[in-house]
């Protein structure tokens, strides 16, 4: 792939960030995509069919950024937190509450499925007490479809809540809650 492509397609993927900043994922059009990234629809539909299509990317884009740009020493709450705190607004644009026909969350629980899988393949993140519990088990994909969907609930519950859950609340009660299970 050329600089130029490569180039464009991400200022098409941040531009798709951006608007899920401001508005939910059902309100954003192509139009407002190519306004944005300022390039017109043919180059738009050259790097992608429909906004569903720039979606998938978008989240292969936030994933690369989350596992290229936190330390192995950092759990996978607090990647996630890490991620749940910068990324809010987005969050809140994708959530299903705002949504008729997409549900976003497939995509999130991959990324969340794809997050821990990395992480438990790590020898640097042996010491996180979910990546023990994966690793302890004696059915490892099922621990991490467990893991995946209990921390998909804490993102239920922080999208029920407005996202005002703070931080450190939020990586006390996960941390707590899966060290405690990790134990039982």
Not at 135 to 146: A, G, K, Q, V, Y
Request: negative net charge; aromatic residues 12%; hydrophobic residues 35%.
């Amino acid at each position: 792939m050329s600089q130029v492509t490569q180039r464009t397609e991400k200022s098409i993927i941040t531009a798709m960030i951006s608007l899920l900043q401001k508005k939910p994922f059902e309100k954003i059009t192509v139009g407002d995509i190519c306004d944005e990234a300022l390039i017109n629809h043919s180059t738009f539909y050259r790097y992608f069919s429909d906004k569903y299509a720039l979606l998938h990317a978008v989240f292969s884009y936030l994933l690369d950024d989350l596992l290229n740009n936190t330390t192995n020493s950092k759990t996978i709450v607090t990647q996630i937190a890490d991620f749940m705190e910068k990324n809010s607004k987005f969050m809140h644009h994708i959530s299903p509450q705002y949504q008729t026909k997409a549900n976003l969350y497939p995509e999130f629980r991959s990324i969340l499925r794809d997050i821990v899988k990395t992480k438990s393949k790590d020898p640097n993140s042996q010491n996180d007490p979910l990546i023990k519990m994966i690793t302890e088990s004696d059915t490892p994909e099922l621990m991490i479809s467990f893991i995946v969907g209990g921390l998909i609930g804490l993102v239920e519950y922080l999208e029920d809540n407005d996202f005002n859950v703070s931080y450190d609340k939020f990586i006390e009660f996960a941390g707590n809650f899966f060290s405690q299970w990790g134990k039982g």
